[in-house]
């Protein structure tokens, strides 16, 4: 069922945020802060706009998404037991190793997943071939990528996107989570990525750019998205690493490691406060 309002898409974004804490914290392993930045995102995708039913999580018609940030995974994980894949329960074994939630997400093993990523940059080319294959088979499914902006320092990331363009995939959608860091500092110091969306603009892409926590600014991206004809579109969603959360927020540092049992409960404390 599609939730239109957007208090009710706020709150589910909170509640991926706080199972994002709780995944990490009972791990003391993951990525808290890019997961924590992308949430609102994923509260959007799947409760606002993408044809899925959890109940046929291998139906043909079904709109596709690829984590090509794979280490978000504690935010897909959220995600999609918030939405009914799987039980709740599960989340309590995040990166254990017989669990099916391991540190990547991966697509033989974890319903609602799409594609197994985590090796960054190659997450677009899937998503670019499943665009393709929709348009050959006439699917008339919609393909979203998640990328962080320090991924889109992948060269593949470029290649892949020429070739989106090249084939006119107004089908796809591609989001740049824009929060300005990643594992060693700030994009524009670990390899001078700058002008995001010029650079998409120039290899033919459709560009708007939007708060990423803005869930009514984020709704009407990807309606319009929808709506653009024979070119690929790509949301540059400016974001903050470790949103929710406030000794996290904009700090490289939070990028994968987890709580101690202090800033856990503090943690908690601010997410549910909200």
Same mark, same amino acid.
């Given at each position: ?5 957007? =208090? ?6 909170? =509640? ?13 392993? *993951? ?12 509260? @959007?995708?799947? %409760? ?7 109940? $046929? ?25 918030? $939405? ?7 989340? $309590? ?45 006439? #699917? ?10 320090? =991924?889109?320092?992948? *060269? ?18 591609? @989001? ?8 060693? *500092? ?16 120039? %290899? ?10 803005? @869930? =009514? #600014?984020?709704?009407?991206? %990807?309606?319009?998205? $929808? ?48």
């Amino acid at each position: 069922m599609k939730i239109t309002k957007v =208090e009710a898409l706020e709150e589910i974004a909170r =509640e991926i945020r706080t199972e994002i804490i709780e995944e990490v914290y009972q791990a003391q392993s *993951g990525h808290p802060g890019g997961s924590l930045s992308c949430s609102d995102i994923l509260a @959007v995708l799947y %409760f606002n706009q993408m044809n899925i039913d959890p109940k $046929k999580p291998g139906a043909k018609e079904r709109d596709r998404f690829v984590l090509s940030k794979g280490h978000g995974a504690a935010a897909l994980y959220a995600t999609l037991t918030r $939405k009914g894949y799987f039980d709740k329960e599960l989340l $309590k074994d995040f990166r254990k190793v017989e669990s099916i939630l391991q540190g990547h997400p991966d697509m033989k093993k974890v319903p609602g997943v799409d594609m197994s990523t985590g090796s960054l940059g190659q997450g677009l080319s899937v998503a670019v071939g499943m665009a393709i294959g929709s348009k050959l088979d006439s #699917a008339g499914c919609r393909v979203y990528c998640l990328v962080g902006d320090g =991924e889109i320092e992948e *060269g593949q990331i470029w290649e892949a996107a020429m070739c989106a363009s090249k084939n006119k995939l107004d089908n796809l959608c591609v @989001v740049v989570d824009h929060n300005g860091l990643q594992i060693d *500092g700030r994009i524009e110091e670990v390899a001078g990525l700058v002008d995001i969306k010029e650079k998409f603009e120039s %290899f033919g892409f459709y560009t708007l750019t939007v708060d990423g926590h803005n @869930v =009514e #600014a984020l709704i009407g991206a %990807f309606d319009t998205a $929808k709506h653009k004809k024979d070119m690929p579109t790509v949301i540059i969603a400016n974001t903050i690493k470790g949103k929710g959360v406030s000794f996290m927020e904009n700090k490289a540092e939070w990028h994968g490691k987890a709580p101690n049992e202090e800033e856990y409960h503090q943690a908690i404390e601010e997410l549910k406060a909200r």
